[in-house]
Structures are given as structure tokens and as C-alpha cells.
């Protein structure tokens, strides 16, 4: 079956600085990737879908220029959590298609924590 | 209107019993319904998705039932194992647009 690969799966960060997570598709090439934020005991949050080779469309509410997202190939995209202060400290997922509209496969998730 | 209630919050079984979680939308153009599992700290993993045009799907122990003109879902867990417990999430989906989630039953199955 379809394998997504998310790293790093946890990461602790000085509040000021920038983190970086990757999503990758090892078996299939994903033209979209979608990344949510969890907070603890709550269900998925989606913060933007990823297209292959052009802009990723943020979520209402979501700051753009605080989430960087970049899909530059079918089978890699980053979310780049940048300035991350405290309250950026979640559990963070993506999830790739294969091409179809329903085969989607999640990421192990990434725990971030901003100290 | 793209809302997705789900029941209960919290769902406590013995050993060897029946789970059922319920899931309500009100979006008739969704035309996929997966439920998820998701453990502490990963990623939440499909379970088992039923179409519209179905009433009800089996997968070894876990069965959606699927009831349209109710535009209600359920996942049954039969047998249910200490191992299942977990957070489930129903979804719903229109074609090329984004998964609605459900918010989540966590489930604690005893020994």
C-alpha cells in the first residue's frame, strides 16, 4: 500500500527559530499533499493543501507567511514553521493522494515543541 | 453545513464486546465516508470507507453501516480488543475538495 513519510517525527525548538518537516510519497507520486495541525484530544486541523509546482492554499485563519509550504516535487513536501513561538507547539500531519480523489495515506506526524 | 457530528466523546467496552460509534453529516454531495484509527503520538491510519451507494461494508471485525436518507454512519468493532484502543475519526468527502473529520471517539477497551 501507499507509504507517506513524515520527519522528523518529533523536534524541540528555541522560540525564534525555524523548523522544517518534511512529507514524503515513497511508492507513488502525490500531485496533492495536505497538512493539518492536531491539538491534543482534538481532531485534525487542516492548514493548507499543497499542489505539486505551484502555491499551496492556506486555510482561513492560517498565516502564510508563518507556515511556508513547498512542494516541489511529486514526491516531497515541507512545511516550514518559521519565528515558531510557543503557542506553534502541536502535533503536525500530512497526508499525500495518489492521483485519485479518495486514496489518501497519512504521515506518522511530527511533535513539535517550541521552548 | 460541512460539519461531521460524531458519538460519543469517549466509549469504554470489556473485552470481547461490540463498539459502535455513530457519525451524522448533513452535506449530501459527500460521496466517501472513511473512518480512521489513530494511536498516541502517529498519524491516523484508514480503517475501513464506504460510498454512498452501499449500506453497509465488512472488514474482519470493523463494519460501517451506512443508512443515506438518515445521512448517518456507524463503525461497529466486533470482538473488541484491548489493542483497538484508540482515537477513530469519521470523515466525509466531496470528489477533489478536502476531508471534513469528525471530532474524535476515544476508546478504551478493558481486559
Known amino acids: 500500500g501507499a507509504v507517506v513519510s513524515q520527519h522528523p517525527s518529533r523536534v524541540i525548538c528555541k522560540s525564534g527559530t525555524s523548523v522544517k518537516i518534511e512529507c514524503r510519497s515513497l511508492d507513488f507520486q502525490a500531485t496533492t499533499m495536505f497538512w493539518y495541525r492536531q491539538f491534543p484530544k482534538q481532531s485534525l486541523m487542516l492548514m493548507a493543501t499543497?499542489?505539486?509546482?505551484?502555491?499551496?492554499?492556506?486555510e482561513q485563519g492560517v498565516e502564510k507567511d508563518k507556515f511556508l509550504i513547498n512542494h516541489a516535487s511529486l514526491t516531497l513536501s515541507t512545511l516550514t514553521v518559521t519565528s515558531a513561538h510557543p503557542e506553534d507547539s502541536s502535533f503536525y500531519i500530512c497526508?499525500?493522494?495518489?492521483?485519485?480523489?479518495?486514496?489518501?495515506?497519512f504521515g506518522s506526524g511530527t511533535r513539535l515543541t517550541v521552548v | 453545513q460541512q460539519q461531521v457530528k460524531q458519538s460519543p466523546q469517549s466509549l469504554i467496552v470489556q473485552k470481547g464486546g461490540i463498539s459502535i460509534i455513530n457519525c451524522a453529516y448533513e452535506?449530501?454531495?459527500?460521496?466517501?465516508f472513511p473512518w480512521y484509527q489513530q494511536f498516541p503520538g502517529k498519524g491516523p491510519a484508514l480503517l475501513i470507507a464506504?460510498?454512498?451507494?452501499?449500506s453497509e461494508k465488512k472488514e474482519g471485525r470493523f463494519t460501517i453501516s451506512f443508512n443515506k436518507s438518515a445521512k448517518q454512519f456507524s463503525l461497529h468493532i466486533m470482538d473488541s480488543q484491548p489493542g483497538d484502543s484508540a482515537t477513530y475519526f469519521c470523515?466525509?468527502?466531496?470528489?477533489?475538495?478536502?476531508?471534513?473529520f469528525g471530532p474524535g471517539t476515544r476508546l478504551s477497551v478493558l481486559p
Open positions: 497526508s499525500a493522494g495518489e492521483g485519485t480523489n479518495y486514496g489518501y495515506t
Open positions: 464506504i460510498r454512498p451507494d452501499v
Open positions: 452535506n449530501t454531495a459527500f460521496d466517501y
Open positions: 499543497s499542489n505539486e509546482g505551484s502555491k499551496a492554499t492556506y
Open positions: 470523515a466525509a468527502k466531496v470528489g477533489g475538495q478536502n476531508f471534513v
